[in-house]
């Protein structure tokens, strides 16, 4: 086939030799990938040099992904990629925990842990209580319901990030909730961090001028039997960041008040020193379709 300057030629024949894809979705979908592709290297006159450099961010990206750090997430995640197929996919029932992006730092299994238990293994910080109960769209509570948490210390660091510092598990747990569906445990205030900018991603960021921060946030992963899972984050009110996130992943039903409370019977109900920062964060699931 023959192409003309445009190269249209070109990404008819890449196109042609798709039609014969066994799966419609990959087909569709890799049909849309080379149309956006092609169409960007003709309206941006991409250049061998710059298309060479493209290919070399992205090899560098993959060899700078381990068993702890997916710096491909982190790029999705900077991009607003990551946020833009949660929020097209984030079709939830009114009043249903809003979704928001899973980060770079979740690892497959944190270590079980009893309801109350202190997640902070360092005792860095401000001590703080997180209390809630997961529950359906209609009120009902869901006991048993599965709390996955996990997030930086009172430094900003996770505990992957500081092999030998942090012992491993430090900010992480996972709960079960009571026979209300409630679940709480103790920490540190968490605060306001950077993304790794040590890799690829990093380089991306000063490129552009842009920061690297991150609001103070704990992640949360719930699910529940016949619900759809949730991944989200309980942001803490009046940090710094809330409305520049590096990844673009705040939403303000997410944000709560880690309220300072003087109150001693709670205080030794919680094992906390007294005064502390209490934050309620529930969480509503949605049924499964």
């Not at 999705?76 to 197929?85: H, K």
Request: with cysteine.
């Amino acid at each position: 086939m023959t192409t003309d300057a445009t190269g249209a030629g070109i990404t008819e024949q890449v196109l042609a030799s798709l039609r014969g894809t066994a799966d419609p979705r990959l087909g569709e979908l890799l049909t849309g990938l080379v149309r956006h592709l092609h169409d960007f290297a003709r309206e941006t006159r991409l250049t061998q040099g710059e298309w060479e450099r493209a290919i070399a961010f992205l090899t560098a990206t993959g060899q700078a992904c381990t068993d702890t750090r997916q710096e491909f997430v982190l790029l999705s995640d900077v991009l607003g990629l990551s946020m833009l197929v949660e929020t097209l996919n984030g079709d939830r029932t009114a009043g249903a925990t809003e979704s928001t992006v899973l980060g770079p730092f979740h690892l497959t299994e944190s270590p079980v842990r009893a309801l109350g238990d202190d997640i902070d293994l360092v005792g860095g910080g401000e001590r703080c209580v997180v209390s809630g109960r997961v529950r359906s769209a209609d009120g009902t509570p869901l006991p048993g319901a599965v709390v996955d948490v996990w997030q930086a210390d009172d430094k900003g660091y996770y505990d992957v990030q500081q092999p030998g510092v942090q012992p491993a598990g430090n900010g992480r747990g996972l709960f079960t909730a009571d026979a209300e569906g409630r679940f709480w445990f103790r920490t540190c205030v968490p605060a306001a961090y950077p993304i790794p900018t040590d890799g690829p991603v990093g380089g991306l960021l000063r490129a552009t001028g842009r920061h690297s921060y991150r609001p103070a946030h704990i992640h949360f992963i719930a699910t529940a039997e016949g619900h759809t899972p949730v991944t989200t984050h309980l942001f803490v009110a009046g940090g710094d960041y809330l409305d520049s996130d590096a990844v673009f992943a705040v939403k303000r039903s997410l944000v709560r008040d880690f309220t300072e409370t003087d109150d001693p019977a709670l205080a030794r109900e919680f094992g906390v020193p007294n005064p502390f920062r209490h934050a309620r964060f529930d969480v509503v699931l949605e049924r499964a379709a």
